[in-house]
């Protein structure tokens, strides 16, 4: 059979087209909800078959998703191998998690295996979602989980032994640290290559902002370039293959608003594990409007992270934060890049809140060397930013990078004044970001929220 | 926009085609998980949305998969209204059933219809139906799920007090009870409309069996003609929509082979609900290579049975038999409608197995007669049968349904003798099962497998 694609977008389900009137069709008994495995030479792609009664593929071809035909790399005409896929062997493993057993290592090995693989169906797939959100995944088992979504996809090595990085959990807008602390971090000369996601749900992600300012999109080699000179980089961590289990994942676990605590830490420690981290700062934001509500289930978090972690050879320092309000006074690409630039310049209205938690943040992390004292590492980044030494630094990364020119945010412009006098008590850091996100970010980069006030001023 | 219909067999999820360069794609963002909303003179339709760049739709034409389009119900052409579709409230309550929350009888009843007038994605659809297999549900769940699913679907109503009807749970081959009992039961004069399914994964289901000897495709005016002269029926239960939520259910638990003990108990329940039965005996066979491994199970699902069934003002009584081995000779439609003739004929060679088996089935149901004493029932029964008046009865039946000319067995055959002498200790449902389908089961009618030898037998 000769492949073609239909230019379907099937959202990351390999979905493969066979008319009902083909030779294979009417050959074979099989329900719609059969995979089918296509091969050549040697190269193999699984996918769901979808039989169809239109003419929009000749006979004797066979007709891949957008999705399936760029996983399979083939060009159109290739020659193909048709067959019946085997049962996936490793569902059975999933039946059993669902019954509530325990599974091992080698069991979430072939999972994920076969995830990456693209042998289990959306529901397959949200049937292994739910089982392992369902209760509490016992913790040896996020460390199994964790383990095999690294062994499962590209691992970059580094010529050194400490690689650190810093991830926040999310939920707080406008919390752009990782901007700040890089440079910081870098300046001081330990390695991190911060490789940042793009905004899922949120009005922008770091990868957006950096965006704004650089271009964000580095391949190995310059990467590795850049961090060789710089100690740093700000990357979007999706031009790598690192964890895939994790993506494919994530794409059933979106729609669904499932917050697996399991599964969340086995994705995070399994990215930062692929990229060669070895000490990672992990911000955890608490407030009411926040991902995480109460200090005691931070604080669950935090232990599942420090066990996971020292399983995977990897040191983490989690560090629970104010999560009651946005950071920063800008929210949404342009805004949020204004915001960190003026607080690398030490400008006079540089929000102050940004400033101090990206200070914080950054002296755990320079606490990492063994050469610094516990409790000295602050100081250490304060006197880098002053110094005006983390400015530069980020110049140097943006010049490597590839500099844009910052747009200008939104002409159109509408300032929300209260109706009476009083004191801000409360913002809610959710509809804040829905906000922004009406108002077009991050598509729009120069789109977002300013807030003129924050919690405790008159207005 | 204009519908029409895509030739795609999407497996009973409504999927909906839209041109990626129609004013309502470009006017909108959206993930390809986004779902959609077609209306029409208060009509509506949901579908997921999946985003095409072929030229199979012209422009201002929204495509619908098979299965949407027949459940739509609108000629070709029709002109429609298309809107994203709000969020699907009930799945906030999934979500919590994942958490481990007990759901309430407003809960499942929100959950069902939204399943019912497909609201539900095949993910949200499988995250309930893990949810809910993972760990029992508790058993008033079990009673909200089966009573929202009668509410959601057709109820066949009857002038009678009491509607019996019996249910297999089902695993051993050949076990076609129910084309004995139904006549029994008939001639005896208690009403007995009995539907039953076609083979799901064995080689043969009673409507596949009553298939090769009568049309089972009864409309609910027919059957209510037939059960008034006769009694009883036996016909195929798709062609009604009792609990059609089951159905929708059942397209994601197949491919995952999930064993919901609640679920099960909630389908069988629901369908039998709806059809109107009042009194019903159910029939769990335990055995080595059964469904039902073990008398302890066996026991907790008669509970369950019990307790489910008087919530909903029915009555069940719950036997357990032996599943050891297949019952009767035959396995396959022709083969095992062979049995069934010789069972109602009172042939010598008739198989003893089921010829017993039928008679105490249908003596239990004779005891729902408040005339018949606990006891009597069997000995009534074998004198129905061995009088011949149930034979006489299945005759009616077959008539009034439609009679088909029994076909002959297939006329390829090979017998399998033993390598050496002995007496067979055991036989294995699923394997026989198995030997039946690949020999064609019940695609082809006249296709299975002749037992010569039963457990006990000489070789």
Redesign the interface.
Known sequence: MKIRM??????RENVI?LR?DSEFCRAQ?F???TKVELSWNGKTLVGLL???????LAKGEVGLCEYAFEKFGLPAGTDVKIRHMDPVKS?DL??KK???EILDEEDYLQIVKDIVENRY????L??F???C???PMEREEVVHLAKAMVETGDVIKWDSEMIVDKHCIGGIPGNRTTMVVVPIVAAYGLLIPKTSSRSITSPAGTADTMDALADVHLDLKKMKEIVSKENGCLGWGGAFTLAPADDIIIA?E?????DAQGQMIASILSKKKAAGATHILIDIPVGKSAKVTSPLYANQLKKLFEYVSAKMDMFVDVIITDGSEPIGRGIGPVLEAIDVLKVLKNEKDAPKDLWDKSVELAGRILEFDPKVRGGEGRKIAEEILLSGKAYEKMERIIEAQGRRTLKEPGPLKREIVAYKNGRINEINNQKIAKCAKLAGAP?DAGAGVYLLKRVGEKV
Do not use: M, Y
């Not at 239909?6 to 959202?11: E, G, L, Q």
């Not at 169906?121 to 397959?124: G, I, L, P, R, Y």
């Not at 979106?254 to 499932?258: E, G, K």
């Open positions: 239909v230019k379907i977008d099937t959202f087209f009902k008994t329900s719609p909800q979808n039989t169809i009664d239109e003419p929009f569902v999933v039946r669902i019954h509530g169906s959306k529901v397959e949200t049937a979602v739910v089982a959100a369902h209760g059933v979106r729609p669904l608003s499932i598509e």
